[in-house]
């Protein structure tokens, strides 16, 4: 039993790293987004004062016009009325998004939750890295992510579909199996745990183009 124990345990803190490097990698991606635009607004404040020692004040008024369109346009941060949602979701876009992926979030949770925020955070970010994962082996102009998240009732209801490469994924032993090696099929073992858990629904569905995975979650 002790060496199964260390094995797992071995397995467990290999997961833990990945995530780590993971969340990392989505941090400093959104810093190197935020620097960009900083660099660009800095441009955009020189122009204007050229335009105002001009004393153009139409020109003025246009590009005003043309960096509020722009902010329109930069500020494409999901917001679903959970704080802890928002902040996941808006990190695994922009990673997704770093990976030439393209992110439709249809997604609104204009209530407290009862999940923990651990177990959300847990739940979301492995369906999102597995959806990104299998999106990075397609063409680029092919990557897409989906996801839904609503209330049905008294429970939370998720539903993330990427495209897959044609085939349909085969079970094992009555799960899908991960394709990103040992360690992360930890992630898909974490998601069951948590569902059978809180009392919730899970169903992961494989058809010809495109993969499925949808969650229920009581929330009384």
């Not at 802890?84 to 979701?89: V, Y």
């Not at 997604?107 to 939750?113: E, M, R, S």
């Not at 994962?133 to 993330?160: H, N, T, W």
């Not at 085969?170 to 898909?188: D, M, N, V, Y």
Request: hydrophobic share 40%.
């Amino acid at each position: 039993m002790g060496i199964f124990k260390k094995r797992e345990d071995k397995r467990v803190a290999a997961y833990q790293r990945q995530l780590i490097e993971t969340h990392y990698r989505e941090v400093d991606n959104m810093y190197r987004q935020i620097r960009g635009w900083r660099h660009d607004y800095r441009n955009h404040i020189q122009v204007m004062k050229a335009y105002a020692a001009a004393e153009d004040w139409p020109a003025i008024c246009r590009y005003l016009d043309l960096l509020d369109t722009d902010l329109n346009t930069v500020d494409t941060a999901v917001k679903t009325g959970n704080p802890m949602t928002d902040a996941i979701l808006n990190s695994k876009i922009s990673l997704a998004k770093a990976r030439g992926i393209s992110v439709t979030t249809d997604a609104h949770i204009p209530v407290k939750l009862k999940i923990s925020e651990i177990d959300l955070c847990c739940i979301i970010g492995n369906l999102f890295d597995n959806a990104i994962e299998a999106s990075a082996a397609l063409p680029e102009g092919q990557r897409v992510i989906r996801v839904y998240m609503d209330m049905k009732g008294p429970q939370l209801y998720l539903s993330f579909t990427n495209l897959t490469a044609g085939k349909k994924l085969q079970k094992q032993g009555g799960l899908f199996r991960s394709t990103k090696g040992e360690g992360h099929g930890l992630g898909l073992v974490r998601i069951d745990a948590i569902v059978e858990r809180l009392g919730g629904y899970l169903s992961r569905n494989s058809e010809d183009g495109a993969f499925t995975t949808e969650i229920l979650l009581p929330q009384e």
